[in-house]
């Protein structure tokens, strides 16, 4: 089946120490996004890609990073995480940009900062 | 700019009773409009979206949305909940390439 698939599910770094988070699709979609999401909030965009053009949302800090090197691959870096970044990282994908084209979640990552 | 609101975080339902789940949006141009579920410690996933063709939508696990354009409304509505109802329940809509979520109702399910 054609999906979202999120690397780890579940993660534990420490205070300051760099964590990357991983996505990837067989959508074969151009657009992915990753999302913040804080208990009991809505989840909160942090940047996205289309093709290969970054686009960073302008609260985004610069404690967070993206890569995407293919279609197919995208990953989400926290140089210094905080305890303020524990949360759930989602990556979601849509076939275009534009208004009409809904957005397909992967299953998450949860980030615990100790 | 493109916003919906969502009132009363969290809604409780018998089983069996019908789920009415509130969504306003305020927008300028007519708008794309979603409905999106999370299950626990899980991604969301699309019940339904609204994009002009019908103003009844119908989506997935006997959700649907009726498109109410003088109410400014997109209410989510399922006549008989399910304990597997239990869930998050997102509103959103397309803005600027984005998806503007509001701030989602917990709905939980007594048995």
């Known amino acids: 089946d054609a999906m979202v698939i999120q690397n780890p599910r579940y993660q534990v770094t420490q205070f300051g120490k760099p964590v990357t988070l991983s996505c990837s699709q067989t959508?074969?979609?151009?657009?992915m996004y990753w999302y913040q999401q804080k208990s009991s909030q809505a989840p909160k965009l942090l940047f996205h890609?289309?093709?290969?053009?970054?686009?960073n949302e302008a609260d985004t800090p610069d404690n967070f990073q993206s890569r995407r090197p293919n279609t197919s691959f995208c990953f989400l870096d926290i140089r210094s995480p905080g305890l303020g970044d524990a949360a759930m990282y989602l990556c979601?994908?849509?076939?275009?940009?534009?208004?009409?084209?809904?957005?397909?979640f992967g299953p998450g990552t949860r980030l615990t900062v100790t | 700019a493109q916003s919906v609101t969502q009132l009363g975080s969290h809604v409780s339902v018998s089983e069996g009773a019908l789920v009415l789940l509130r969504c306003n949006y305020s927008?300028?141009?007519?708008?794309?409009l979603f409905w999106y579920v999370q299950y626990p410690n899980q991604g969301l996933q699309l019940l339904l979206k609204?994009?002009?063709?019908?103003?009844l939508v119908k989506g997935i696990n006997g959700f649907e949305a009726e498109f109410k354009k003088s109410e400014t409304s997109f209410h989510l509505t399922k006549p008989s909940a399910h304990m597997s109802d239990a869930a998050e329940y997102f509103c959103?809509?397309?803005?600027?390439?984005?998806?503007?979520f509001g701030k989602g109702n917990q709905v939980v399910v007594i048995p």
């Open positions: 979601a994908t849509s076939r275009e940009k534009g208004i009409s084209y809904e957005q397909y």
């Open positions: 959508l074969n979609h151009n657009v």
């Open positions: 890609y289309y093709d290969k053009d970054f686009n």
């Open positions: 927008s300028s141009v007519p708008p794309y």
């Open positions: 609204y994009t002009s063709a019908a103003t």
């Open positions: 959103a809509v397309s803005r600027n390439n984005r998806l503007a």
